[in-house]
């Protein structure tokens, strides 16, 4: 690849956040998939096939079911869309498991994942805005 002169290259923070943002669209396409499973009845437990799951599950399984995959793809292509619909996908897993859990049940490691998640993102965000800002006044 050639570059011009005078242009810079991603920086190590903007390098990182990419292969960040790709690792978080392998574990949302996972969830994705896992949710599709749950959706058709692939896997032989209560609650796992829609026809039998109650209102509120089919609901939240269908939209996950689609919004995990779409925010895997606009994560994977870094596009500025992706970490929007992960935020759907993470606010409503954990207002599900936080804020309903008679319903939907205990899943504290879910809830703990996403906020370290959204933390190593906004972590991110800030050392980048930093580092422009900086390159701006040297620049």
């Known amino acids: 690849?050639?570059?011009s002169a005078g242009?810079?290259?991603?920086t190590v923070a903007e390098a990182t956040f990419a292969w960040f943002l790709r690792i978080i669209a392998a574990y949302s396409l996972l969830f994705g998939v896992l949710y599709w499973v749950?959706?058709?009845g692939f896997y032989d437990e209560p609650l796992w096939r829609f026809d039998l799951m109650p209102v509120y599950w089919q609901v939240a399984v269908s939209m996950l079911a689609v919004f995990y995959p779409f925010a895997a793809i606009g994560l994977w292509m870094l596009a500025s869309w992706g970490p929007v619909i992960w935020v759907i996908c993470a606010v409503t897993e954990v207002v599900m498991y936080a804020g309903f859990p008679d319903l939907f049940g205990?899943?504290?490691?879910v809830i703990v994942s996403h906020v370290v998640v959204a933390l190593i993102y906004t972590a991110f965000r800030?050392?980048?805005?930093l580092q422009k800002r900086e390159a701006e006044r040297q620049g």
Do not use: C, K, Q
Not at 7 to 10: F, I, R, S, T, Y
């Open 1 to 3: 690849m050639v570059r």
């Open 126 to 129: 800030v050392v980048i805005f």
């Open 7 to 10: 242009v810079a290259g991603p």
């Open 38 to 40: 749950r959706l058709i």
């Open 106 to 109: 205990h899943r504290f490691a």
